[in-house]
Every structure is written in C-alpha cells, then in structure tokens.
C-alpha cells in the first residue's frame, strides 16, 4: 500500500498532496498555488476545467495554466500529471477526465500507431477468426475513452434530462425507430431480473443497481446518449487500442496474454464465494480492477459486449491501405455496427474475450440483448 500523506506549508499557504511511495512520488497542486515557492519536485498532478483549446489551458477557477502534449474540449474536466516549468505543464503520465453532462470517467489514449488485428500469439492463435485478419498498422489520433462501460445510474442522468423526448440526440434513423416503437427506456430497465441459459429452467435473478452497465440498449439509444454526454461511440480502432495496446504490443487480453478467468466477468467465473459473479448477470463496473487494460479501461473483456460506431464489415481489414490505416471510421455504409467485447453470457468463451475478436449487432442498430452495452469516447 502507498502512502498518501498531505501536507501543508504553512508559511506560504501551499497545499501539496504526496501520491505513491517515495521511488516515485507525484505531488498534487492546486493550479492557483503553483506560484508559491518553493515548490515540489516534478513531477506534479493538477487539475482543472478547460478553458481554451489552443493553446489548451485548464483553470482552477482561481488561476489558469497552460498545458502542452494534451488534446481535450473547452468544458471538459482534467487530471493530469507533467513537468512544470513555471509557464507550461508538459503532460508525461496519463491524463484522466470527465466529459459532458454525465461527468463520466475518461482516460487520454496519445496519439500513435498501433497494430490492429489478431497477434497470432496464444489463444489469438488457436481462437482466431479469419475476420480478425491481417494484423495491421492502425495511427490514432489522441482522444478520450470510458473508464467504465455506461452505467445504469449515468444513463438514467440521460433520462431523467429528457432524453427520450429530445430528438435534438437523436439521428433520424434513430428518432423514427423511437418514435416508431414508443421507447421510453432500454429492454431489461427494471432493477430485478432473472437471466435464463440455455436449459430454459435455471433461474439466475439478480439485482442492477445504478453501479451496474447499462444493457438491453439498442445502437440507436447507445448514440443518442452519448450525444447527449458530449461524446460518441468509440471506433472500433479506438475500442482495440484501448483495449490491448501495451506501447509496443498489442495484448491477447486486456489485462495480457494468458486468460485468467477471475480477471473479468465471464461465463466461468462463477464462484461467488470465491469473489466472482454468479453466471448470468453483470457485474458493477470496475469490479474486477486486475484486468485492466495497459491504459488502465476496466471491463474490456466480459461484462458487456459492447458497441462501436462502425459500420461492419467482415472483410475490412482486408481493404487495409499501404502503410496502414489513419484514424479508420470503418466501411461508409452497411446493414450491421460493430460489437467488441466478450459479455456475461454463455457467449463468453475464449473465442469472444479477446481484444482481437470482433463482430455485428445481431439483427441490426435496432436490436438489443441483455448483454449489449456501450462506453463513451470523446
């Protein structure tokens, strides 16, 4: 266990707060005191709301400062570790956030390229599909992506702010399927529900609380909210990055390269004695932090399958150009999004739980599942 230990100068009114052990410590200040001296050594964590885009600037609401090797929007909430050089704070660990209306978690991914695509490492190998293939070179841009999936307590922030009466979220496909169909919340809403497998006769009833990912939600809702949130839906170059990228290696599993079944929710983590869930039902998001991705995004795997912007396409990566991809948006039309993400079910076999895996929305945008979520990028 680190220790966390305040302390406070009293001569000058600096307030420093220590983060970690002593090999590496990184020292909290508050922007409006990082004219005080003598200061801490770098590096240092502040934090702040963006006030400007470029130069991007964040402020405490007392003072402001300028910040370099970080993209982010003007409103969005930031916690960032760097250098200070008394004019600028140069970012060189990693950037957490809240977005929009939902004051939902984010985590900065830097720009860079990555290698998409099946590793043909270990169950990559043995579990691959030929829609998975070839590895490619894939260069992002930076940007924002949930620590979690979407919630059940912030999608009901959406809700509750007149979401479903808004069509201002909406796309028109979206608003004629919601008008069409009446929707006022997602299938499988109520906090009490009771998951059947496939023997038709197990019971498996649980509780979702506000902790739990939101599910049962169709392509159109997971889009209109983040909308609403300020944000959209990941690509799905965006979701694998996120996912799997170590910086030099792309991971078969989130959390690396050999599957562990009490990292994730899944169908064979089912002990609950033993701190898993019971099969059939999700689990609150972040519940198990050992199998974060390299980026530190929870429930890449299990919990959720989860939607992307893409359109599907099984033989896109095929179509891969010279030196790879820059910022792919996936094929321009198609019958199909994307889905990543290995969920609870009894789908959640090996084959679907890597980063790797990859495949559509069952019987299109409109369809959802009790095992269908999201997570929000920006």
């Given at each position: 266990m680190?220790?966390r230990?305040?302390v406070?100068?009293a001569?000058?009114?600096l307030?420093?707060?220590v983060l970690?052990?002593a090999?590496?410590?990184v020292?909290?200040?508050?922007?409006?005191?990082?004219?005080?001296?003598?200061?801490?050594?770098?590096?240092i964590?502040?934090?702040?709301?963006v006030?400007?885009?470029?130069?991007?600037?964040?402020?405490d609401?007392k003072?402001?400062?300028?910040?370099s090797?970080l993209t982010?929007s003007?409103?969005?909430y930031?916690?960032v570790s760097?250098d200070w050089?008394?004019s600028?704070?140069?970012?060189?660990?990693?950037a957490?956030g809240?977005v929009?209306?939902?004051?939902?978690?984010?985590i900065y991914?830097?720009a860079?390229?990555f290698?998409m695509?099946?590793?043909?490492?270990?169950?990559?190998?043995?579990?691959?599909?030929s829609?998975?293939?070839?590895?490619h070179?894939v260069?992002l841009?930076?940007?924002?992506?949930?620590?979690y999936?979407?919630t059940?307590?912030e999608?009901?922030q959406f809700?509750?702010?007149?979401g479903?009466?808004?069509s201002s979220?909406w796309?028109?496909?979206?608003?004629?399927?919601?008008?069409?169909?009446?929707?006022?919340e997602p299938?499988?809403?109520a906090a009490?529900?009771?998951w059947?497998d496939?023997?038709g006769?197990?019971s498996?009833?649980f509780?979702q609380t506000?902790?739990?990912p939101?599910v049962?939600?169709s392509?159109?809702?997971?889009?209109a909210?983040?909308?609403w949130?300020?944000?959209?839906l990941?690509?799905e170059a965006?979701w694998?990055?996120?996912?799997?990228?170590?910086?030099?290696?792309p991971?078969?599993?989130?959390?690396?390269d050999?599957w562990?079944?009490?990292?994730?929710?899944?169908?064979?983590?089912?002990?609950?004695a033993?701190?898993?869930y019971?099969?059939?039902?999700?689990?609150?998001?972040?519940?198990y932090?050992s199998g974060?991705s390299?980026y530190?995004?929870?429930?890449?795997a299990?919990?959720?399958?989860?939607?992307?912007k893409d359109w599907y396409g099984?033989?896109?990566?095929?179509?891969?150009?010279?030196?790879?991809?820059?910022?792919?948006?996936g094929p321009?039309?198609?019958?199909?999004?994307?889905?990543r993400?290995?969920?609870?079910?009894?789908?959640?076999?090996?084959y679907?739980?890597?980063?790797?895996?990859?495949n559509?929305?069952g019987?299109?945008?409109?369809?959802d599942?009790?095992?269908?979520?999201?997570?929000?990028?920006?």
């Open positions: 680190h220790a230990i305040v406070v100068l001569l000058t009114g307030c420093v707060v970690g052990s090999a590496w410590a020292y909290g200040v508050r922007i409006s005191d990082l004219g005080y001296t003598p200061l801490p050594p770098n590096p964590k502040v934090w702040g709301r006030t400007s885009e470029s130069p991007l600037k964040i402020s609401g003072a402001e400062i300028v910040v090797g982010a003007v409103g969005d930031v916690v760097g050089e008394g600028v704070l140069t970012v060189t660990g990693p957490n809240y929009g209306l939902g004051h939902i978690p984010l991914i830097p860079g390229r290698l695509g099946n590793s043909g490492v270990g169950d990559d190998a043995v579990y691959g599909n829609n998975e293939f070839p590895q070179s260069n841009s930076g940007y924002w992506i949930g620590k999936e979407v059940r307590g999608y009901r809700m509750n702010a007149g479903y009466s808004n979220y796309s028109s496909d979206g608003w004629s399927w919601r008008v069409g169909t009446g929707r006022t299938d499988y809403w009490s529900q009771d059947y496939g023997c006769h197990c498996y009833a509780t506000d902790n739990h939101v049962g939600v392509y159109y809702e997971a889009e909210f983040c909308n949130a300020g944000g959209h990941p690509t965006q694998e990055k996120a996912a799997r990228w170590t910086g030099s290696h991971n078969v599993y989130p959390c690396g050999t562990d079944a009490e990292k994730c929710n899944n169908w064979y983590d089912h002990n609950a033993g701190g898993g019971e099969m059939n039902q999700t689990a609150p998001v972040g519940s932090p974060a390299p530190g995004c929870q429930d890449m299990g919990n959720a399958f989860e939607r992307c099984y033989s896109y990566y095929s179509q891969t150009p010279p030196g790879g991809w820059s910022d792919p948006q321009v039309s198609g019958e199909h999004r994307v889905m993400s290995g969920g609870w079910s009894y789908y959640g076999d090996l679907y739980l890597r980063c790797a895996y990859r559509l929305d019987y299109g945008p409109s369809y599942w009790y095992d269908y979520g999201f997570r929000l990028a920006r």
